[in-house]
């Protein structure tokens, strides 16, 4: 069963919420889900999963501090080309409209981009990723849904 690792950084508890919603979607599809903070997240468990997704609030129009480093940290997988090929993601919580979410999403995909990862994107809804606008609400849970099965049927078709 193809593996999915779900990492993020959450302070008020929004951005958690989305990672559990998308490691339901993720289960029911078929993978195996994992969640784990950033602060608990190894350059391991990047190695061993077959899709990586990334979560971060927004914190002046970017990812917060620890995801940035932990993205600093990942150039040490850079070299060998070990993420080239995965599937990768991301998705973030802000506190208003126009408060920078999807520079966001846009900055940690670029991040994933870099290592050579592959992206997909959403035709409907949030195109770069799922966003919620302060506590997740139907809409973005019914995202993170449908987001995470299409998340899944990527990685599992990558993953063969």
Same mark, same amino acid.
């Given at each position: 069963?193809?593996?999915? *690792? ?19 979607? =993720?289960? @029911?599809?078929?993978?195996?889900? @994992?969640?784990?903070? =950033?602060?608990?997240?190894? *350059?391991?468990? *990047?190695?061993?999963?077959? &899709? ?10 970017? %990812?917060?501090? @620890? ?15 070990? *993420?080239?090929?995965? !599937?990768? &993601? ?17 900055? %940690?995909?670029?991040? +994933? $981009? =870099? ?14 990723? !799922? +966003?919620?606008? &302060? ?22 078709? $990558?993953?063969?």
């Amino acid at each position: 069963m193809p593996k999915v *690792l779900i990492t993020y950084f959450s302070h008020g508890g929004n951005t958690r919420k989305m990672a559990e919603a998308l490691a339901q979607a =993720i289960s @029911q599809a078929g993978c195996q889900a @994992q969640t784990k903070k =950033i602060s608990e997240t190894t *350059l391991d468990d *990047l190695r061993g999963a077959d &899709g990586i997704l990334l979560g971060s609030p927004c914190y002046f129009g970017s %990812m917060a501090a @620890q995801v940035k480093q932990f993205l600093d940290e990942s150039i040490a997988l850079f070299g060998k080309g070990e *993420l080239v090929g995965k !599937p990768a &993601g991301a998705f973030a919580s802000t506190g208003g409209i126009g408060g920078g979410g999807e520079l966001t999403i846009m900055a %940690m995909l670029s991040g +994933l $981009l =870099i290592h050579g990862m592959v992206v997909q994107g959403l035709r409907k809804g949030g195109h770069f990723g !799922p +966003l919620a606008i &302060g506590e997740p609400d139907q809409r973005v849970l019914d995202e993170c849904q449908r987001y995470g099965e299409q998340f899944a049927k990527l990685v599992t078709k $990558l993953a063969a």
